[in-house]
């Protein structure tokens, strides 16, 4: 849901079956599904806290999340808990078109510029103390850009808004482009026409708040008000048991058809294998990853019927920091991704689990090229590159970050520092971090390379190219700068014609590939053991609210 920086780092061989936020990036739902450390999850049942179950309860292993703030949320694990217990003015339907809200309807001026929003009126807050008004919004929007709030993600989404860049310089006491008419009409008003302004509508910084609730907090400030936030989404936060269970309860008032036919769902934070949980019948969904993917496949498995594979818009790759040398020399750059060889990657080590990235946009996204070239595995002129950068002994020695302090580090990312030691002669240091700590290190620029992931916030490039690797955008962490590159994705985000867009897009990615600003590895897919009778569950290609269409049949 960056990211929604839907980002995801490279830490373990499940990797192949978790989704980063988006816009936000981490550990999406069932991570770890394949994960198995030899210990049996739910020995003992009867005191893990969990009690027994009730109808119409459907049960998760999910990530502990980083944060529940949504002005601040910038990985896919914290948004998948977000996106069920907030909402906007505007949602994506299981189809992916963005739909309706807490508006009812939307009206945009002839220039493009102007958006006025009609609120519906029987939007409550979760406590039903009041009903949402635009002044909320107004709060909710600008707390995100409030520079005092530190969120990271807040101007990457709602900077188009006219005045967020003076307000956020501490110029202005608000934003001119937020505008109250009424308690039901928010107007909102952006500084040149954009073909995405609504889809970045859909991302979490865009969300309600209770302004009674949250206040000045801050991004962090730890947990506060978020471990029993009042949302307006079609679950409520029943309980939050830090790094055991995430309990949530159907918001029997919400105001969307289908409302939750859950009575509850119950996350588990802790307890081992979830692919081990699967089996052991205390949890309905799970992920699964390289370790138990060919004996699922299997026909005669008694799991193969339970096996769901859908499409991912992720990318998982290697970025580096172009600000310094030695890796502001694309030859450079170049030289490490030409010595790694994907196809080894996503059909040996991953078991075809993953797609070979031959750029940055995934499969089945709008604008990816399928005659964009592959990118080669060809060691002979990686090292040629590598002489023209200056030789081995200006790379030997670097660090590549990567998260997942107190863990083994990634075995993709092991191999691919194997494949530069073999081809280049080259050793590369991983260091490791909690997550929390790795996304502010990579936000300042505390690196020289390191391990991602990016997921779609929404299902368009300017998501993943203007967003990731525009020079002026505050969550290109790679620091990546092309003039021409810049003005495709700029004239690009003008653009009306929806095929000339994407074929701006298509020319700014050869040019990104050619810089090679990142080494994209490849594209992860979706796979997922699903109970029988779980129905409606659908296996969205990034973080959108879905649990409201997911029933239990027993």
């Known amino acids: 849901m960056e990211t929604r920086r839907l980002v995801l ?8 079956t978790i989704v980063v936020l988006g816009g936000l990036g981490a550990i999406l739902l069932a991570s770890g599904g394949g994960d198995d450390d030899g210990t049996t999850a739910g020995d003992d049942a009867e005191d893990d806290g969990l009690g027994e179950r ?13 944060t529940l703030d949504p002005a601040c949320a910038s990985d896919a694990g914290s948004a998948e808990y977000i996106v069920e217990i907030f909402s906007g003015l505007v949602s994506f339907d299981l189809d992916l078109n963005v739909i309706p809200d807490i508006a009812e309807d939307w009206e945009v001026s002839d220039d493009g510029t102007v958006y006025t929003f009609n609120l519906r009126s029987n939007v409550l807050f979760h406590d039903n103390s009041r009903p949402v008004t635009a002044g909320d919004f107004k709060f909710s929007l600008e707390r995100a850009l409030n520079p005092d709030t530190q969120s990271t993600v807040g101007e990457v989404y709602l900077g188009d808004l006219a005045g967020s860049a003076e307000f956020i310089a501490g110029n202005a006491d608000e934003v001119t482009g937020i505008r109250v008419i009424d308690p039901q009409t928010l107007e909102l008003t952006i500084t040149e026409p954009s073909a995405v302004f609504i889809d970045k509508l859909t991302y979490p910084t865009a969300y309600v708040v209770d302004q009674r609730e949250v206040g000045d907090a801050t991004c962090f400030e730890g947990g506060g008000w978020t471990l029993t936030p009042n949302g307006t989404g079609p679950f409520k936060m029943e309980e939050w048991d830090l790094g055991r269970k995430i309990v949530l309860t159907a918001n029997t008032r919400f105001h969307l058809e289908p409302a939750p036919s859950l009575d509850r769902v119950t996350y588990i934070l802790s307890g081992g294998s979830s692919f081990v949980m699967y089996e052991n019948d205390e949890i309905d969904i799970t992920g699964i990853g390289s370790v138990n993917i060919e004996s699922v496949r299997d026909p005669n498995s008694d799991l193969n019927a339970d096996l769901r594979e859908g499409p991912s818009l992720n990318v998982f790759y290697i970025g580096f920091n172009t600000r310094e040398a030695p890796f502001d020399d694309a030859n450079l750059r170049n030289a490490l991704s030409l010595s790694i060889d994907r196809e080894f990657l996503a059909r040996e080590f991953l078991l075809d689990l993953v797609v070979p990235a031959k750029g940055i946009l995934p499969p089945g996204m709008d604008g990816y090229n399928e005659s964009l070239p592959d990118i080669p595995f060809d060691p002979d002129t990686a090292r040629d590159l590598l002489e023209e950068a200056g030789g081995a002994g200006v790379i030997d020695g670097a660090t590549i970050l990567t998260s997942g302090q107190g863990a083994t580090p990634s075995d993709i990312l092991q191999v691919v520092l194997a494949m530069w030691e073999q081809e280049l002669g080259i050793t590369v240091t991983i260091e490791q971090e909690d997550f929390g700590l790795f996304l502010r290190d990579l936000d300042d620029g505390r690196f020289e390379m390191f391990s991602l992931g990016w997921i779609a916030d929404y299902p368009d490039p300017q998501n993943f190219l203007d967003i990731k690797l ?5 969550n290109n962490e790679a620091g990546y700068s092309n003039p021409a590159v810049d003005a495709l994705l700029d004239e690009a985000d003008r653009e009306t014609d929806e095929a000339t867009r994407l074929e701006l897009y298509q020319r700014a990615e050869e040019l990104i590939i050619e810089d090679m600003p990142w080494a994209p590895l490849y594209h992860g897919k979706a796979n997922y053991l699903v109970k029988p009778y779980v129905e409606g569950f659908v296996i969205p290609p990034f973080v959108i609210p879905n649990l409201r269409y997911v029933t239990i049949n027993r």
């Not at 009730?54 to 502990?64: H, K, Q, T, V």
Request: hydrophobic share 40%; aromatic share 4%.
């Open 9 to 16: 780092t490279l830490t373990g061989i499940a990797v192949a």
């Open 54 to 66: 009730i109808d119409n309860e459907l049960r998760l292993f999910g990530p502990d999340p980083i």
């Open 470 to 474: 525009h020079s002026e955008s505050s």
